[in-house]
């Protein structure tokens, strides 16, 4: 029997035929194809504006200096998060503060951020985690009273909702990230998504050299080259066509697994709301012994992967408190596999296999 993969990106024809016009065209820069894939996600989401960069953490990057995070300043951030998260925090000059997260969504923890703002804090950064909406109503209040900025991270929440509004359109800016493991993928690349004009021309100069518009030769500030590609912009324009169709198939990944465990000692799922139009991204999972039904479906020919390590252990970044929440999760938390390309049988496949991990170590 093949491997099973966690996840794998999921292409096709169109995407080749797509990335073969732009190829013939001779134009592989940053243009028309950008553009048109840029308008695609800003009508998607409602919003005025989406930037398309090179990858999701520079998208982070550059919400952040455009929100005027920079040296000296400290950004609030949810201890359990891909590394990127701070990672950007400090590229653009500024100190990561880990906050800890909710047991029931896996969400930076409203209270502990208010607890935790101090002088030096300009900004919060809540991660919507695997598609599911941190507590933006809170976030929105303490920002509002502490005049701070709220930037998104949803990087992998492209598609999900929390009733009426799309995660990415709710704060002073968010970021997108377009990664192999994301449910529109262009292999690398990002988004910031803004309604506030001032922000979205901060972004488009920090991202080409510091000018706001190419054919200019006079560049007013200091910027870099974070530009995209047509070539990579081709595949992502391709897939957002589908991209309804993915967020129906992630829903329903979900629900399988959910239904096929549902009762079974030593796992739970984290609580998801579809009719407020969550979508979790990934499958997870919180398992008593994760490490162990690791080994389990590996042995299986079944990858799976466990949830990120807490920030605060990673070497140079530090916590606001003892994120007791964020490390327990860490230890306990799988994604099982999931994606485009994964038909029932193999959902079976892999439920079968937890089933028996789970029924053995109960006995």
């Not at 969504?105 to 991660?127: C, F, R, S, W």
């Not at 009733?163 to 704060?171: F, H, M, T, Y």
Request: proline share 5%.
């Amino acid at each position: 029997m093949s491997r099973l993969s966690w996840w794998e990106p999921s292409f096709g024809e169109k995407e080749a035929t797509a990335v073969a016009e732009v190829v013939r065209s001779g134009y592989v820069n940053e243009g028309p194809q950008t553009a048109r894939f840029t308008t695609q996600v800003s009508e998607f989401l409602g919003s005025r504006f989406a930037v398309a960069t090179n990858s999701g953490t520079v998208a982070l990057f550059l919400a952040l200096r455009a929100c005027g995070v920079g040296p000296g300043d400290e950004v609030l951030v949810p201890d359990l998060t891909f590394v990127a998260t701070a990672n950007a925090v400090v590229l653009a000059g500024a100190e990561p503060v880990c906050v800890d997260v909710r047991e029931q969504d896996l969400n930076i923890d409203p209270d502990l951020v208010e607890q935790t703002v101090g002088p030096a804090t300009k900004a919060i950064v809540p991660v919507h985690v695997n598609g599911r909406p941190a507590d933006m109503v809170a976030l929105r209040a303490i920002a509002a009273h502490y005049e701070l900025g709220l930037i998104e991270d949803a990087a992998q929440a492209l598609g999900s909702r929390d009733g009426g509004a799309a995660l990415g359109s709710i704060g002073d800016a968010a970021a997108i990230s377009l990664a192999p493991t994301k449910i529109i993928t262009s292999g690398q690349g990002g988004l910031v998504i803004t309604d506030d004009e001032a922000v979205y021309e901060r972004v488009v100069r920090l991202k080409d050299h510091g000018r706001l518009k190419r054919s200019w030769n006079h560049h007013p500030e200091h910027g870099f080259n974070f530009k995209y590609s047509d070539v990579c912009a081709a595949i992502a324009s391709e897939q957002m066509h589908r991209l309804d169709h993915r967020l129906r198939r992630a829903q329903q990944q979900f629900r399988f697994y959910e239904q096929e465990l549902a009762g079974l000692p030593g796992i739970r799922f984290i609580e998801t709301d579809f009719d407020a139009g969550h979508v979790p991204l990934w499958v997870d999972a919180v398992v008593d012994d994760a490490p162990g039904l690791i080994a389990h479906l590996a042995e299986r020919g079944i990858d799976c992967r466990p949830f990120w390590p807490a920030i605060h252990t990673q070497p140079g970044y530090r916590s606001a408190g003892p994120c007791s929440v964020a490390a327990r999760m860490a230890q306990h938390g799988v994604w099982f596999p999931s994606g485009a390309g994964k038909d029932e049988e193999d959902l079976a496949r892999v439920s079968s296999a937890v089933r028996q991990f789970l029924e053995r170590r109960a006995r």
